[in-house]
């Protein structure tokens, strides 16, 4: 199999567009499953921002240092894209951006039927997603989804360790008390 | 994995069960339902295996295709579109030239200055040529001029990219 460096030097050479395409494929999986994540499961939108990471990474490969790994590279332009688009969010929905935080305790109900698990609990663990911030959600997804290291977390979101371990203990703090419904009786 | 690495971290505790809750929603022992469930097969080798090991590998399924289709053209394709553009913004300058200032006349003017012998005569009959245009002839000139060598530069630039 070709390695990453490699396929980057054809396309930055002879602008091979399957060098690049064998990129996306290798790591669209992974960047899509990270946005959806961190879109909090909305498919729709995440492989919308999937898209424009890639074509993001086509134009920017030249700034691509061969010493961090692509995965990390691209995973950091993948949460700059989510940001991107959150922040667009809040300046179209300026008055209702605290809504989702301002859930009603009926609102937050988690739903608890087992029959329907994983998929209920994939549910649930998207919506109490939705209670944690930008940051805190990346570093679940980056650290539970994508197995990546705090070290790893603080080299894609270029975050002090110490800020990653924060943000982790905190969203583990709100996660557990949203997701208490699921702790076996 | 090192002790920083969150999923491997204590592996009993009261919070156990939350940590499990994640591996559980997260982690390779879970199957989503909205993703695909069955094994891939890799069509070109292009993907490692051991990423197509995991239960929640999302199946290329025309993403990839769809991303290229969107890229800008190739880098020869662009130069050739600029070449034939800075070509035809030429001919198309050299068209409102010829309008403006009759081509015969100027060939005839050239003849009788005796333009193609003496070099001093071109730049007398080029002076001469000049006092005569009109300011808004000088206008136009200078304004096809400018555009030129501005799209030229612009295009070499783009070029160089």
Redesign the interface.
Known sequence: MISDIDLITRVLARDDRHAFATLVRRYQSQVRTLLRRLCAGDKALADDLAQEVFLRAYRGLAGYRGGAKFSAWIYRIAYHAFLNDKRRQRHREQPMGEATHTATTAEAAMVCDTSVAPGGLRRDIDQAMTYLSEHERAVMALAYGMEATHEDIAGILEFPLGTVKTHISRAKDKLRRRLHAWRPA | ??N????QGPSHGP?Q??ED???????NS??????QQSRPTPP?????AA?LE?P?????DG??????Q??PP???QRRRVRLWALALATVAGMAIAALLFPLDGVYQAMQQADFFADAAAKLAWLREQTAQLSPAGITTLLGISTLSLGLASFWAIEAKR
Request: charged share 15%; aromatic share 12%.
């Open positions: 994995m090192n920083h690495h969150t999923p919070d069960w939350f809750l994640l591996h559980q929603a997260y982690g879970t199957k989503e339902t909205t993703m070109t080798g292009d993907v490692p990423e995991n929640v590998y999302l199946l290329d993403f990839a295709a769809g991303v290229v969107q890229l190739p880098r020869g």
